[in-house]
């Protein structure tokens, strides 16, 4: 599994914490296969793996039991490992080439109305530097739609035009960029809204100094912790849960959540799919036509409840 491991992350480019998922995927498969006396990838029989399917989503792995999306998950984890082991000639022929997982019915991503969004982010005071971090923080997942991992490891050079923060001088008066690194490190390059810049250069200019103590030697994270070092997404994650509660929002809400409230209210707003596919950093449109189906259901509802003859 080592070398399958490696592979992913020298030939493929895997995020390290794609490759993390992938190890404890991997390692749940491995402990199925020694309960059951299989100690070498030549022994290994459809049965199997279709037997580790089954015992995920009931748990009689020994594991928490998984909904199907998980155990799709886990088991594309493991048809990888095999076709592996395949072309490397580890294994004469691929045991999970025919075994799939039951297909999941669509779920829509959740969104948050305009409004409630709006009343979250104003929920934040910005009178601390702590303040000014997690209005700049929120504002930011919501203004340009990064994946929290993505926006924890930004540094400050990542973001380009921001006015008063660059050397001291202003920036050219265009609108402000930044450089997202997704999965596989694959880079683009995402404007930056008004709410979010102001945000950001209020937070670099009079909270971030603060908060680093002027060292010179502190971190060059974008968004930094009360000691000076990277913010965590563990951390960043419970800026957002004590958010939401000011807010009064009883919907559960994750760093996720903003990214689908971007994607949603660009395309409400008429914004091509496309657009927001790069926006996202979508590998495929596929993806990104999921939140079409959510605009769909909001002109739905809306119809219903507005026309005369709705019903």
């Given at each position: 599994?080592?070398?399958h491991l490696?592979?992913?992350?020298v030939?493929?480019?895997?995020?390290?914490?794609?490759?993390?998922a992938?190890?404890r995927?991997?390692?749940r498969y491995?402990a199925?296969?020694d309960?059951?006396?299989?100690s070498?990838p030549r022994?290994?029989?459809?049965?199997?793996?279709?037997?580790?399917l089954?015992a995920l989503?009931?748990?009689a792995?020994?594991?928490?039991?998984?909904?199907?999306r998980?155990?799709a998950?886990?088991?594309?984890a493991?048809?990888?490992?095999?076709?592996?082991?395949a072309?490397e000639?580890?294994?004469?022929?691929?045991?999970?080439?025919d075994?799939h997982?039951?297909?999941?019915?669509?779920?829509?991503p959740k969104?948050?109305?305009?409004e409630?969004?709006?009343?979250l982010l104003e929920?934040?005071s910005?009178?601390?530097?702590?303040?000014?971090?997690?209005r700049a923080l929120?504002?930011?997942?919501y203004g340009?739609?990064?994946?929290i991992?993505?926006v924890?490891?930004l540094d400050v050079d990542d973001?380009v035009g921001?006015r008063?923060?660059e050397?001291?001088e202003?920036g050219d008066?265009g609108?402000?960029?930044?450089?997202?690194f997704?999965k596989?490190?694959?880079?683009?390059?995402?404007?930056v809204?008004s709410y979010?810049?102001?945000?950001?250069e209020?937070?670099l200019?009079?909270?971030?100094p603060a908060?680093?103590g002027?060292?010179?030697?502190?971190?060059?994270?974008?968004f930094?912790?009360?000691?000076?070092?990277?913010?965590s997404?563990?951390?960043a994650?419970a800026?957002l849960?004590r958010?939401?509660e000011?807010?009064?929002?009883?919907?559960?809400?994750?760093?996720?959540?903003?990214?689908?409230c971007?994607a949603?209210?660009?395309l409400a707003?008429g914004?091509?799919?496309?657009?927001?596919?790069?926006?996202?950093?979508?590998?495929s449109?596929?993806t990104?036509?999921?939140?079409?189906?959510?605009?769909?259901?909001s002109?739905?509802?809306?119809?219903?409840?507005?026309?005369?003859?709705?019903r």
């Amino acid at each position: 599994m080592r070398r399958h491991l490696d592979h992913l992350a020298v030939e493929r480019g895997l995020a390290a914490n794609t490759l993390a998922a992938y190890r404890r995927d991997l390692e749940r498969y491995r402990a199925w296969l020694d309960a059951h006396g299989i100690s070498e990838p030549r022994a290994v029989e459809p049965g199997h793996v279709s037997g580790f399917l089954q015992a995920l989503g009931s748990g009689a792995d020994g594991g928490r039991p998984l909904a199907v999306r998980s155990a799709a998950r886990v088991l594309a984890a493991v048809r990888g490992l095999h076709r592996f082991w395949a072309l490397e000639g580890i294994t004469e022929s691929d045991p999970a080439r025919d075994v799939h997982p039951p297909r999941p019915g669509a779920r829509l991503p959740k969104a948050l109305p305009v409004e409630q969004v709006t009343a979250l982010l104003e929920s934040v005071s910005v009178d601390t530097p702590a303040g000014l971090r997690d209005r700049a923080l929120l504002e930011f997942l919501y203004g340009t739609g990064a994946r929290i991992s993505e926006v924890v490891g930004l540094d400050v050079d990542d973001v380009v035009g921001l006015r008063g923060v660059e050397d001291g001088e202003d920036g050219d008066g265009g609108q402000p960029v930044v450089r997202l690194f997704g999965k596989g490190s694959k880079e683009r390059v995402v404007p930056v809204g008004s709410y979010a810049s102001e945000a950001l250069e209020a937070w670099l200019v009079r909270g971030r100094p603060a908060m680093v103590g002027g060292a010179t030697a502190s971190s060059p994270a974008l968004f930094v912790n009360r000691r000076g070092g990277r913010l965590s997404r563990q951390s960043a994650w419970a800026v957002l849960k004590r958010a939401a509660e000011r807010a009064g929002i009883d919907a559960e809400v994750s760093p996720h959540t903003l990214r689908h409230c971007f994607a949603t209210h660009l395309l409400a707003g008429g914004a091509d799919v496309r657009v927001v596919q790069e926006l996202l950093g979508h590998a495929s449109v596929t993806t990104t036509q999921v939140y079409t189906l959510v605009t769909v259901e909001s002109l739905r509802e809306v119809y219903a409840t507005a026309h005369p003859r709705a019903r």
